[in-house]
Nanobody, 122 residues
Framework: QLQLVESGGGLVQPGGSLRLSCTASEFFFKTYAIGWFRQAPGKEREGVLCISSSGDVTNYADSVKGRFTISRDNAKDRVYLQMNSLKPEDTAVYYC???????????????WGKGTLVTVSS
């Protein structure tokens, strides 16, 4: 059972930046695709970005293009979501999820973290 833990959420002003981190204590972490998903109040969970075990990136949301990037450091068993130029509409609980070895949609990811709240507000 892969246990994922997110960190890095918080309150940020519009235009600001945050970096989220996803980690798991798992020897085979590098063999998993890791995706970031988010769920805003009253809305369905949606995909943001995903990175495969080989480093290929899938962008699920046009709204984050040019603002968010995903990266992974397999030596540290971490995947990062760098979020720049944040907007109030980015406010959501952000989850990381895993599936071996390719990125898939929200319904098909196998393991989920508990989420970290990102609030963009002045």
């Amino acid at each position: 059972q892969l246990q994922l833990v997110e960190s890095g959420g918080g309150l940020v002003q519009p235009g600001g930046s945050l970096r989220l981190s996803c980690t798991a204590s798992e020897f085979f972490f590098k063999t998993y695709a890791i995706g970031w998903f988010r769920q805003a109040p009253g809305k369905e969970r949606e995909g943001v970005l995903c990175i495969s075990s080989s480093g290929d990136v899938t962008n699920y949301a046009d709204s984050v293009k040019g603002r968010f990037t995903i990266s992974r450091d397999n030596a540290k068993d971490r995947v990062y979501l760098q979020m720049n130029s944040l907007k109030p509409e980015d406010t959501a609980v952000y989850y990381c999820a895993a599936k071996r070895p390719w990125c898939t949609g929200v319904a098909d990811m196998d393991y989920w973290g508990k989420g970290t709240l990102v609030t963009v507000s002045s």
